[in-house]
């Protein structure tokens, strides 16, 4: 009998792993996807993020826990691979992972071959300035005025059309905050997640007025592979219908999240 049993068990296939969905994104990206503690200012952001597999364990951010949460809705392990922001549809292209998740939004320069799901997350572009300074009330009192942002396509045009006296852009926006602590900016115009986040943990700085426009994160796929953007397209259709979207968002607006 036990010989029987033996063969029966034998029999059995192993349950099969779980397939693996390899993901881009830059690591060095507070708050989205971030090692907390880990220091990034001699980085170069042109390369990718020098990280180990260790670390990469203890990765936290929005994005993070939206991409867990699409995990298990998906079915699937994800994976991953830590690349420069500059090169991440390049790479995406290249096939070194299958999706991007990291507060990503599409643009005139991006590839015909990447098409976006539908917005996962909504943001947009605050003034924020040093908690002392009380002159600044809103973006029109922004005309004239040195102002920091980071540099991406979409938020050059809306800082230019705010006709700063000087406009400077930055790759980090780490170190874009810091300039203004520093009192080389009068203000920086950057994304609401970063800079409800960042306010939350920083009482140098305050949050001006409302978000000057209302655009989404989304997760870049290659054109090709339509089933992959079906899945996708539906695991966040239950999530944002499950409320489960604006509960990580509103987290990771306020203080009871790590900071730097």
């Not at 994005?63 to 995990?71: F, G, T």
């Not at 920091?148 to 905050?177: C, M, N, T, Y």
């Amino acid at each position: 009998m036990l010989s029987l049993v033996l063969c029966a068990a034998l029999a059995v296939p192993p349950p099969a792993e779980a397939p693996v969905l390899r993901v881009g994104m830059d690591t060095r990206s507070r708050p989205w996807a971030f090692v907390p503690g880990l220091e990034y200012s001699d980085e170069d952001y042109l390369q990718a993020p020098r990280v180990t597999p260790a670390q990469l364990e203890t990765i936290v951010g929005v994005d993070i826990d939206v991409l867990e949460a699409l995990a298990s809705r998906l079915g699937v392990k994800t994976r991953i691979v830590p690349t420069a922001w500059q090169s991440v549809e390049k790479g995406l292209l290249e096939k070194k992972y299958d999706v991007i998740v990291n507060a990503w939004v599409p643009n005139s320069r991006t590839p015909a071959g990447i098409v976006a799901t539908s917005a996962y997350n909504e943001w947009g572009l605050l003034v924020v300035v040093r908690s002392g300074d009380t002159g600044l009330r809103s973006f029109a009192d922004l005309a004239g005025k040195v102002v920091g942002h980071f540099e991406d396509p979409s938020v050059d045009r809306s800082v230019i059309s705010l006709r700063p006296g000087k406009r400077v852009p930055f790759d980090d926006s780490d170190a874009l905050f810091d300039a203004l602590a520093d009192g080389k900016l009068d203000a920086v115009v950057e994304d609401s997640f970063y800079s409800r986040w960042r306010a939350a943990h920083d009482p140098r700085f305050r949050i001006v007025g409302e978000p000057l426009n209302r655009v989404g994160y989304h997760i870049a796929v290659r054109r090709e592979d339509k089933e992959l953007l079906a899945r996708l397209e539906a695991a966040i259709k239950d999530l944002r219908s499950s409320g489960e979207l604006g509960r990580i968002r509103k987290r990771w607006e306020g203080p009871d999240t790590p900071g730097r």
